[in-house]
């Protein structure tokens, strides 16, 4: 009865999701983060239910260092799609925000504009555990938006590499967002990151810091022009905005939608989508496997044991690997 | 009585490979090789056994695209290196070997020199299936040979990312091979290989090419200003070489030993390995629970049907991983 009461339950919250319902599309992204064995059970049922539904937002991932103007950026660019009549969701990658007891976007005021419009819908990160964990949570949360009628999903992550490489893992086009540089100190682009990245923005190109900001684009176009491109179709551009001003905002946009397009034409548009979801299921599933190990105190207590052997090199991986194998029999 | 018998086997293998014997460490290998249940076991213990013999060589990856002079470069560094009165190991991780039917190693005479040395080992790409599977052969092959006493090990691997990835992980130094470029046709370097690269060395730096070879290393020199370096103790040099006239090979591996010598210092090198041994056993443990997925031919069915129903947006990844650990219980 129980068991039949829950589903019942899940059909209803997946026709208010459909519907557009801010409290719905809440509680159920609460289900997906939760981690009760019943209510996992009920989100899985959930999100596939609303699959139908899901997959026609236009997924942008945005990563940039602190203090480089993530949150005004979103604000501006979500503003000015919302004047466009789109609906936007804003989410949030950040594994260290359960540590640090506050989500990059925990603090709407961050967001003035687009917290306080109908048309937006800004959720903090999951604030759980393991990088996997919170990706996971966040993937599934992009999903729920997309049935409520988000036609935008900006996701946004800190600076961190892994966490980078989560957020490209779940979208269509990826942002990395910088600051203009000084001559000889020219901050660095971090690896990973042009390797990730579909796009440079060099933000604050306003006032004084124009210039300086037309020189940083300058380096990093010639920096980016020696490395091949992920895909034939698409070399990354360098652009210059300005979040304060708005200048730059629309060529943005205008840059992703040019993206959509040429990838959409090459095919490797739904093949991203299509490796994505694969990688998502395969990553799943290595979760739910390790997460054997973790659960049961004394068998984690044997595979940190067997863990610290390996790193000493007293015992070898092969090895290693086979007694955690015999644990878990 | 088998069972003590082939325990009693494998030590005496290990004391062979211990003294050096060419031919126990290629009975050795052939071991680690093997797909048979028993001979797997056996592996084990003897790289266990070998452990405390291991670790102690220079292990340096080299990786560059066809025609860049891959084995030409190592048989002038392993000629000098003899010279030096060093022992030399030549592998290789090139998962395509099973299917293009030839190893990029299997040609020896492509290493005349070495291939003619006592001093010198050279052992062909494991050929069986997966890149995953190939690398762990090819990692406990390179402790193998640490035990039988080769004092540097050259892994070679073709110029494809994720075998870069798997020879970056198992060696203390990574080393890019370019060639000179030309004016705006630049080869542009693969965005993966900068993050993994600690020098990059462009080949063919004599006669006519010399000043291009310059000019295209003043060009990677400026677009690696840009990027941060992986570790702060060391920024990834650009040097350039002729394996034709020998000019050049005493400078990398100079290059080498100065690496060594900092991230001894630093303590990155010591981490490095810990981190690579751990990450090792979680990749080991990974193919051994999906190997499960794969050996029993009803359940490939199945997953295969699954994955293709994730790829079609009709499953959700949660609900699929969710299938597929049913198949396994």
Redesign the interface.
Known sequence: MIQKKASLDVKALARDVRSGSRAALARAITLVESRRGDHQAA??EL??LL?PD??KAVRVGITGSPGVGKSTTIDALGTYLIAQGHRIAVLAVDPSSARSGGSILGDKTRMAQLAASDHAYIRPSPSSGTLGGVA?KT??AM?LCEAAGFDVVLVETVGIGQSETAVCDMTDFFLALMLPGGGDE?Q?????L??LADMIAINKADGDNLKRANMTAA??R??LH?????SEHWHPPVETYSALTGTGIAKLWQKILDHRKAMSASGDFAAR???Q??K??W???????LSRLRTEASVRARVKK??AE?????????????H??ELLQ
Chains 1, 2 share one sequence.
Do not use: F, N
């Not at 390996?310 to 086979?322: I, Q, S």
């Open positions: 989100a899985r999100v596939q699959l899901t997959g996971a993937r599934e999903l020219l660095g682009i971090k690896k990973g042009v390797e380096d990093y010639g920096a020696i490395l091949a491109p992920r989508r299509r490796e979801q694969v998502w299921m990553s799943m599933l290595e979760q739910r496997m067997i863990e390996v790193a000493d090199g007293r015992v070898t991986p092969a090895l290693a690997a086979e955690i194998m």
